[in-house]
C-alpha cells in the first residue's frame, strides 16, 4: 500500500523544517482572510513571518535609511571598521514580504560573515510591475557605493544576495549593469531563486504541500510582468540569459522545493558560462527554509557555509 503525502512530505522532510512548514501553515489558517486585498494579504504575511524574524544577533548598529522614498536598513555588527558589505533582497514572489520579514535573516548574515547588510523595501507587485524593482536595486547599489565612507563599508567589497525573488533580482541587477558596462559586485548570494517560470519535474515532486506550491508561484509569475511575452525577457527569467562574465556565487539549493531542478539548471549554466559558482543542496529542505534558522541546524549550516564563502570571496570583516 502506498503512503499518502503527508506520510511522504515526513519521510522527506528534514523534521525540524518540518516543524517551520508546519507553523507557518498553521499561522495562514488562523489569520487568513479569504479573497483578502492585497494590502490585507502582505499584512497577514508580516504577522506569520512576525516570531521568525525575532532574536538571533544584536547589531552594534541598525538603522533604517530612505533614499529616494525607498526604504533601506543598514546592520553593522560592529561600530567601526570599513566592512564588506551585502545588498540583500527578499523574496516574497515579488508581491509581499519586507525587510521586517526579513530582518534576523540579515542580522544572521552580517553576524556570521562580519559584514554590514543593507537591506531593500523594493516596490512590490503587482502595483509595481518589471522592471521598477530591478531599477531600484541597480540604484541603491550605486547609492550605497556613493555613501560608502559614511555607512561606513569598503566600496570595493560589495555583494548581492536573496532570495527566491530576490535571487532573481540580484542576478537581473547583475545582468542589468553589466549590459549597461557598470561596476558590478564582487559575488552573489543565491538562495532559492525563481530564475524562470519553466515548469521543470522538480514541479510534480514537491508541487503540493511542501511551503511554495505552483498555482502560488504561477500567480507570483503573472503579478511580475505585464504580460506573457515579457517572461521570455532574460531579465525577467535568468535562466534564459547569457550569463557569462557575471560575479561568482553561491547557489542554495533547498531539495524538496519546486524551484529545485531551476537552479540545478542556472547553477550548471552559471558554471558553463565560466562563472566560479559553489552549489549547495540541502537535504530536506523546503522553500524558505533558511527563515526557521531559531529551530533548524540546518539552516544554520547553510547560513555558516555562506558565511564561510562571503569570507573567501570578498574577505572578512570584523565578526562578533
Partial sequence: ???????????????????????????????????????????????????????????????????????????????????????????????LFSIDTHDRLMREYAARAGIAVVGIDYSLSPEHKFPVALEQCSAVLDWIVAHAEALGIDAERVLIGGDSAGANLSVATCLLRRDQGKALPAGMVLNYGAFAPDHLPSYARYGEGFSLEVEEMDIFWDNYVDG?????????????ADLAGLPPAFVAIAECDILADCNDAFAAKLSGAGVPVRTETYAGATHSFLEAMSISSLARRALDEQAAWIGETVGHGRAL
Avoid: C
Fill in 228 to 240: 506573457p511575452a515579457q517572461l521570455n525577457d532574460p531579465l525577467v527569467a535568468p535562466l534564459h
Fill in 1 to 95: 500500500m502506498s503512503k499518502d503525502l503527508d506520510a511522504m512530505q515526513d519521510d522527506m522532510v528534514d523534521p525540524e523544517i518540518r516543524r517551520f512548514v508546519d507553523a507557518i501553515n498553521a499561522a495562514y489558517a488562523e489569520h487568513g482572510v479569504p479573497g483578502a486585498d492585497m494590502a490585507t494579504r502582505r499584512n497577514i504575511a508580516e504577522r506569520v513571518r512576525q516570531s521568525w524574524r525575532e532574536a538571533g544577533p544584536i547589531m552594534a548598529e541598525s538603522r533604517n535609511i530612505a533614499v529616494d522614498g525607498i526604504r533601506l536598513r543598514l546592520h553593522r555588527p560592529v561600530a567601526d571598521g570599513a566592512l564588506p558589505v551585502m545588498l540583500y533582497l527578499h523574496g516574497g514572489g515579488w508581491t
